[in-house]
Structures are given as C-alpha cells and as structure tokens.
C-alpha cells in the first residue's frame, strides 16, 4: 500500500460520483441522492484512514504524489498533505458528507444540485491536497458558478433578494481571486529567474531562504494575497458578502461555506503566505490583528442587532473569522497551532448551526427569531443539536470550540497583549447573542402552532449525530486536532524563527 | 521556386470554385446542406495535409511568401475555426438564404485571405491577404437580404473598413518611403526612429487596431456583430481577428522590432483601455451576439497585451489565446445559432430555462462564457496566466492586475447568461431540437475547452515553436 495514490483517490471520488450522477435520468431522484451519499462517504471513510494512518511524529508531508504536469511552467501535478490541510481536509469530508444528507429533501431538479455540491466539495479538496500553486489557483474558484446557480435555484430569500445576494458573493469573492493571482503572479515571476521558475509551494518557500524575495517585494505580494484570501475568509471591510450569502443561499451551500470554502482563505494565509512570504506577513501582521479585533467586536454587536437566525450566525462567523486573524498575526507556535484548530472547529460547529438552523426553516416556515419560541418541546433532537453548537461557538470547555479559542489567546496574548484582551471581551458578547438566541428560540412557553413540527427523524439526524458526535469528541479529546497540528507548525515556525522572526 | 508551398491555399480556393459549380449544377430544388458538409470534408483533407508541412521554413515568390511554423499554427486555427463554424451553422445557412452555395464558397475564400495573411512577409502579400479577408467579410455581414440589420451592418462595415483599409495603406506607404522595402525583414534593417517613420508606424497600428476592433477604434464591432448572421459574425470574431494578430505579431516583431520603445507604451495603453471599455460596455448588453461583440474587444484587449513581453513566451501566450478563444466562441456561437434555430431570436431573454430544456447546451454556453472570463478550470484561466505571467515579467504588472480585475468584472455579465439559462423557467414548452453535428460541434468545444484548462502542455508545445518560428 506504500504507493496506493491515496490522494488522488479521495478528490477522484466526488469527480468520478459526479459523472455517474451526470448520467443518470432527471427524474431518479432517490437514486441520485445515494449516489451522493456513497460517493462522499467513500471520500469520508478514505480521508478518515488518512488521517488516522497520518504518522505525527515524523510530521511534514505525507502521502505525497507528484508527476509533472506543464514542464515549462513548472507546473507539476502534486499532491501531499501535512498537519496543516489534513484536518482542513477532515473538515472537508464531514461537512460534505452531511450536506447530503441536509439536502436530502430537495426534490427539485436534485440531479443539478448534487452535481453542483459535490463540484464545490472537489474545490475545497483540491486546494487542500495540492501542493503545488497552480494546481490549487485550479480548484479555488470552482465552487463560484455553481454556488451561484445553487443560491439562484435552491436558495431562499428573506431580506434581499436571491439575485442580489448570489451576485454580490461572486463578484466579491472574484475581485478578491484576482487581486490573489495577481500576486501569485508577482511572486511567481519574482522567485527564481527565467528558466527556474516553479509553481511548487516547496519550492516557492525555499526562495526566501535563497534570499530571492526582497521585502519590498514580500510586502507587496503579501498585501495582493490578503486582498484575495481576506475576502474569502470575510475579514472586515470585506465581509459583507458573508451574511447575504448564507442567507440566500440553500442549506447546505450555506455549510459548505460557512464551514469549509471560507477556510480555504486563512489556509491560503497559512500556505502561501507565511510559509512562502515571512517578510510580508511580518509587515503586515499589525494591521491584519488590528482587522482581527474589528473583526470580532463589529461583527458581534452587527449579531447582536439581528433578528433572522441565518444572519446571526453569518455574523457570529465572521465575528469568529477575527480569533483566527489574530492567531495567525501573533505568529507564534501556539497562536497558529490555534488558529489551525479553531478552523476546524468554527467549521464543524457553524456547519451544525446552518443544518440546524435549516431544519428548523423547513419545519416552521420562518427563521426569524421574535416568531420562534419553546421548540425544545417539539423538536428536541433540533434543540440538542443547536446547543452542542452554540456552547461550542461560545467556548464553553468540553466541546471541541474551546481549546482552539484559549489556544489562540494564550498564544496571541504575548504579542498583542492590548488586541487579544479586547477581543476575548468579544467573547462576552458572543455568549449574549447566543444565548439569547437559543433561549428565545428553544425555550420559554410551549407554543401551539409549532405542535404540527415533527422533530428531525431519518436523514436529518446524520449531520446532527455526525458533526454533534465531532463536537464531542475533539473537546475532550483536543490532542487528535491540536497535535497533528502542531506536528506540522512546529517544525516551519522552528525555521522562520531562525530567520524571519 | 517551390509552389507546392502554397497547396493549402490553393486548394481551399479550387475547393471554393467546386462549390460554386456544383451550386450551379444542382437542381433549384435540392438542399445546399450537402455543399457544406462537402466543404467540411474538403477542408479536413487540407487540414490533414498542413500536418505534413510541420518542420518546413522556406519562402517562394522571392520571399514574399513564408511557410513557418508560426504560419502553420495560425492556418491551422482558421481552417478549424470554419470547420465548426460550417458544422454549426448548417441549418442556420438552409433556413437564411437560398444562395447557400455562395455563402460557402465565399467563407472559403474569406478562409484563403486570412491563409494569405498568415504567411505573408511583405507589405504587400499581406495588404492582399487583408483585403480578400475584408472584401469577402463585407458581402457576408450583409448577406441576409431579408434582415435590416444585416445589409445596415454590411454597409457599415464596408465604408469603416475600406476607410482603415486606407488609413493602412497610407502608414504602408510612408514606411515604404522612408525604408525603400516592403520586405519585413529588409524594413528591420534600413529602419531608424524618425518621424515619419513613426507616423508611418502610427497609421499602421490604427489600421490593425480596426481590424482588432481595439479601443479607440472599436465602434463598428457591436453593430456589426449584431447584424451580421451569426456564423459570420463567429468567424470575424474568432478567425479574422486571429489573422489580424497573425499579420500585426509579423509586423512589430519582425519589421519594427527596434523601435519597441515606441510602440510598448502606445500598446499598453490600447490593450488596458480595451479591456476597461470593452468590459464596461458588455455589461448593458441585452442581445448575446451583441455582448459578445463587446466582450470581444475586451478579449482583443487581452490577446493585444501579450505584445508587451516582447519575446516568445508573450507570443506564445497570445497564441495559446487566440487558439483557446476560438474553442470557447464556437461553444458559444453554437449554443446561440441552436436557440436562434428554435425561436429566432437572439437576446439573452430567449436563453431563458435551457438548462432545463437542453443540459448539454447549457453546460456548454455556461464553460465557455466562463472560459472567455478566464475563471479556472477552464481554458481562458491558462491563456491569461500565460500572457499576464509574461507581461508582469517585462515590468507591466499594473496591466495584467487591471486585466484580471477586468476579467473578474467580466463575470458579472456572463453570470447573467447563466441566471437566464439556470435561473429563469421555460418560456415554452417546446421540445427542444438541434442537428447532430451541432450537437458534436458543441461537444467539441466543452472538451477542448475543459482540456486544455487542465492539460495545456501540448497546445503551449506548438505554440512555442510558433512563436520561436518569428525569432
């Protein structure tokens, strides 16, 4: 098994499900939807081995494939993962996994709309496999279009329109893109001279260390790369696509982007730009922990304000975004071994919040918090699952939300002493919102008109037991997350501390 | 001399000649489908025989006439360019006109003069291959006599072109007077910077920016665009402004390479306002072939940037371009006649639930929009790195940031194609009908479209030795 392509096999899966669901008659419906349902629990179950089969103490990248691809570019086709993308990749599966089966009641034109999911999963995959630059600018962008159509077709509109809030996702996500390949283009040129060029992150990481990247030029690239990935990562002024968009946008869309594309950008910071451009980061961190704090305060008073479940939790990510920020501009060991975590684990529980969320829409017709009230009576699966949560969003110890968060302080606090006390006051705010909101919509009074509302049976409990039984598991057990990941992060802040730091 | 360089193009002229006559011969009441599956035919024996002339570099006619690698490429291009345009457009010509024959034989010879244009390496053979290009592109834009638009366009187009035509002729002259040659390489070598020259110069660049349909000289495309029947208006965008890079790449690196100060900066600013204007003004557009004139400044735009590396791997991205743009027009074009066909009409409106009605075609026009956009996977994503890898290279990173900004914008209208095609429900319940080699047209273009998006190394091979071909 030394040289079974395991990568390959796990981001083939969803494509090779794709086309089996591309043939298949419109109107098969519950076909389609186990077609879907294997494919991502065969990508699951292989990612699981993966990560399992990971060997943490001799860390950096493993399972590593590579055949060049376009030799005058030096493009190669290269794959690896390390304690870093793996657990971005675990991400990946779980969620994707139980988007299927939250979208499992979507009866119409169900061939396009689990053509369309899987197609953003194999996105968020492949940025998270590949290894090498060009491949992963390939797979950034593939979930834009159909998540565009998605919104469009299967989305639900509330405060803004569909069309508005489909279009405002994409053209802010692209703006963003392109300011990034334009930096992706300025580093590539900058690098190595003509002849030497490489598009290999490894490569790419070397050039610093040959002293091929002044840091005028660091600083510039850096900041073209924060344009993209602070986009799509919705750190403030770029944000405002984030509410809109889940709102709009069905379901498990909402999900998948909330909980995984989202990360593809504070991954991108990570990858490209701490490991490639140390110089530019360190320019840039300031700013970008001072983003951090805006971040976390602005977008949880905007929470506090609101009245539709589906922007609360929209803002409470983006709010949750600025503890990543500020774990990845305190750039120490422990600050980005916690920003990594809280990744993880922000995708987890918002995934689990938006399926929650979701079911409670479909089965009451209304998410907007002053209707809703006392459902922990009909529906306390629902209500279980909303609390796992939202006390795992507000840090409470013991589910998985927790040691990411204090992680990320402990490591933050060092360097930014005044930033990280402001934004763990953040943290009280976060709990008024959220406990707000799961007392005003769980508890209180039994209300008649809800009694109709059967609780989440069948298909709906599997992203709840799924990403419940996450929760779970990585709070108490927080080693399987945070020492995979520090297996990784140790050894690169060991080599940027000796030069850059 | 070696005439048996010029076989490709004779035979395209001996196959044009062959249509006419058996128009001519054939009952008035039988259909002319059949002339232009013969004319496919034709042309995939003489594609298959410029295979053979791979490795060739020699010239006939005292040098006026160049069989290279980069001719080769470009040759290439436009006779696949007609073959999928003819495939497309066969129910479109049946239902258009009644002289189909005519349409065909002309297209072939639209075909000749843009052969002409790529091998050319004199003033001359090359006005002479512009001009049977442009004379044969006036009669078709208007050729469907019963549409306004159509003979409005035909007009319009005649008296712009023959007034750049002229503006050209004039630059040629002056260049001609002060360098005593119309040899290319012979102008290399007896040019020097003096004014006139680079008045000249000037002329010639306006004369090939008209033909680009670069900003500012752009003002014809979407009338004409518009009007013209749509095969027509796929091969002007697709083949005739490929042959116009064809000449205008000959030109500037061969002839004027020295005076690259002069012209980089003149380029860089047509190329970003292209782009800009091009862009902006698709945006407002309603008719698809009318969005897609726009978008095919701004696409001019792009392909015109990679003049400004100034060495082969710019040459070799434009290459790349021109050759991936044609893939994603014909998806285009293809969709759009295959709608035309059904309710005849061609605004954006009319694209409305085709994704419900005919998924492939929808998957199509939606890969291939998303390919002019430049989004990844898709083919355009490589052209644009290619080119704006090149010219960020050369110093011009603010170019290649306003063009993918541009292209990113560009979205915004192409993603209102797929609203209409995704979006929106079927307006009629029609059952939806298109011909095979439609089908296998559309087809095409989503694999080469996809394919070379993921693999370009074998596209970016040939065009590298094209573009080595000119140094």
Redesign the interface.
């Given at each position: 098994m030394v040289h079974f392509p395991l990568l390959t096999t796990i981001l083939l899966t969803p494509i090779w499900g794709i086309l089996v669901l591309s043939i298949m008659p419109r109107d098969a419906d519950k076909m389609i939807k186990m077609i879907a349902a294997v494919t991502m629990a065969i990508a699951l179950g292989l990612t699981l081995y993966a990560y399992w089969a990971y060997d943490v103490s001799l860390g950096g990248l493993q399972y590593v494939e590579h055949v060049p691809?376009?030799?005058?570019?030096g493009v190669a086709y290269s794959l690896g993962v390390d304690g870093i993308s793996l657990p971005l990749l675990l991400l990946t599966m779980l969620v994707g996994f139980s988007t299927v089966f939250v979208s499992w009641n979507i009866n119409k034109?169900s061939k396009?709309f689990f053509i369309q999911l899987l197609l953003l999963i194999v996105g968020a995959i492949g940025t998270f496999v590949s290894q090498d630059l060009?491949i992963f600018?390939?797979?950034?962008?593939?979930g834009?279009?159909p998540t565009?159509?998605m919104m469009?077709?299967w989305g639900s509109a509330e405060r803004v329109s569909r069309?508005y809030a489909a279009?405002k996702l994409?053209?802010y996500l692209?703006?963003g893109?392109?300011?990034m390949?334009?930096g992706v283009?300025?580093l590539?040129?900058n690098a190595f001279p003509?002849g030497m060029r490489t598009f290999s992150m490894q490569a790419l990481a070397q050039a610093h260390i040959l002293g091929n990247l002044s840091e005028p030029v660091q600083i510039i690239v850096f900041f073209?790369l924060l344009l993209g990935f602070g986009s799509t990562l919705s750190m403030w002024p770029f944000y405002s696509w984030a509410p809109d968009g889940y709102a709009a946008a069905p379901t498990g869309v909402s999900m998948l982007h909330a909980g995984v594309l989202k990360k593809v950008g504070g991954y991108g910071l990570i990858r490209i730009g701490l490991l490639i451009l140390p110089l530019g980061v360190k320019f840039w961190a300031p700013f970008i922990a001072a983003f951090a704090v805006v971040n976390v305060l602005y977008a949880a008073f905007v929470a506090l304000a609101q009245k539709d479940l589906k922007y609360i939790i929209g803002y409470s990510s983006i709010s949750h975004m600025g503890y990543i920020l500020m774990g990845f501009a305190a750039l120490n060991v422990i600050s980005i071994d916690g920003a990594i975590a809280n990744m993880f684990a922000h995708g987890i529980m918002s995934a689990l919040f938006f399926a929650m969320i979701g079911l409670v829409y479909d089965k009451t017709k209304t998410r907007q918090v002053p209707e809703l009230g006392g459902l922990a009576h009909q529906m306390p699966r629902v209500a279980t699952g909303f609390m796992l949560a939202g006390m795992s969003s507000l840090g409470l110890p013991g589910l998985a939300g927790f040691i990411p968060e204090f992680t990320t302080f402990v490591g933050a606090f060092k360097v930014y002493p005044l930033y990280t006390f402001i934004a763990i006051s953040g943290i009280v705010f976060t709990a008024v919102y959220i406990l707000r909101m799961l007392a005003n919509v769980l508890f209180g009074p039994r209300r008649e008109e809800f009694d109709t509302c059967r609780d989440a049976s069948g298909a709906e409990l599997v992203s709840l037991i799924l990403l419940g039984t996450v929760l779970v598991v990585f709070g108490f057990f927080p080693q399987i997350l945070i020492g995979m990941i520090n297996s990784s992060v140790e050894p690169i802040m060991a080599t940027l501390m000796g030069g850059a730091f | 001399m070696n005439i048996a360089l010029l076989t490709s193009e004779i035979a395209v002229v001996i196959l044009a000649l062959l249509i006419i006559i058996f128009d001519l011969l054939l009952p008035r009441q039988e259909t002319r489908r059949s002339l232009g599956a013969f004319a496919v035919c034709g042309l995939l024996g003489i594609l298959v025989y410029t295979f053979s002339q791979y490795g060739i570099s020699a010239t006939v006619y005292h040098g006026f006439f160049v069989v290279d690698t980069f001719a080769l490429f470009f040759k290439q291009l436009f006779i696949v360019a007609t073959i999928l345009t003819l495939l497309f457009s066969l129910d479109y010509v049946e239902k258009m006109t009644r002289n189909a024959g005519e349409f065909y034989a002309l297209l072939l010879l639209g075909l000749v003069g843009m052969m002409v244009m790529a091998s050319a390496t004199d003033l001359l053979t090359l006005f002479i291959g512009l001009e049977l290009m442009t004379i044969v592109f006036y009669v078709l834009v208007g050729f469907d006599l019963k549409s306004v638009k159509s003979s409005e366009a035909g007009i319009k187009y005649a008296i712009l072109g023959s007034a750049s035509s002229a503006v050209f002729l004039y630059g040629v002259s002056w260049i001609y007077g002060f360098t005593g040659n119309i040899m290319l390489s012979q102008i290399a070598e007896h040019i020097t910077a003096s004014p006139a020259v680079l008045f000249g110069m000037g002329l010639m660049i306006a004369g090939f920016c008209f033909k680009l349909s670069i900003v500012p000289f752009h003002m014809w495309a979407p009338d004409v665009y518009e009007g013209a029947p749509i095969p027509v208006t796929a091969m002007l965008a697709m083949a005739s402004k490929a042959a116009g890079f064809a000449i205008m790449l000959r030109v500037f690196f061969v002839a004027f390479s020295n005076l690259q100060m002069y012209w980089l900066p003149i380029i860089s600013v047509l190329a970003g306002l292209s782009m800009v204007v091009g862009i902006v003004g698709a945006i407002w557009q309603k008719n698809t072939k009318r969005m897609l004139a726009y978008s095919s400044i701004a696409q001019a735009g792009y392909i015109l940037s990679g003049f400004l590396a100034a060495n082969p791997a710019g040459i070799k991205g434009m290459l790349v371009y021109a050759a991936l743009y044609m893939f994603a027009n014909v998806g285009a074009f293809a969709v759009t006649i295959a709608v035309y066909n059904q309710c005849g009409s061609d605004e954006i409106e009319d694209l409305s639930g085709l994704s419900q009605k005919s998924p492939l075609l929808a998957l199509v026009m939606t890969v291939s929009l998303m390919s002019m956009a430049g989004l990844p996977p898709m083919a355009g994503f490589v052209g644009k790195m290619y080119i704006f890898m090149a010219i960020a290279d050369n110093g011009y990173l603010w170019l290649a940031i306003l063009g993918l900004v541009m292209s990113m914008i560009s979205v915004y209208y192409y993603i209102l194609v797929v609203r209409a095609m995704y979006g929106k429900t079927v307006k009629d319940q029609q059952i939806f009908t298109m011909s095979g080699s439609l089908r296998i047209v559309a087809l095409l273009s989503l694999i080469a479209t996809l394919f070379i998006g993921i693999y370009p190394a074998p596209l970016a091979t040939l065009a590298n030795a094209a573009a080595m071909a000119l140094w």
């Open positions: 691809w376009i030799e005058e570019l034109r396009e060009f600018l390939l797979f950034y962008e593939l834009i279009v565009y159509i469009l077709v069309e279009m994409t053209i692209l703006l893109s392109a300011f390949l334009a283009i300025a590539y040129v003509a073209l | -």
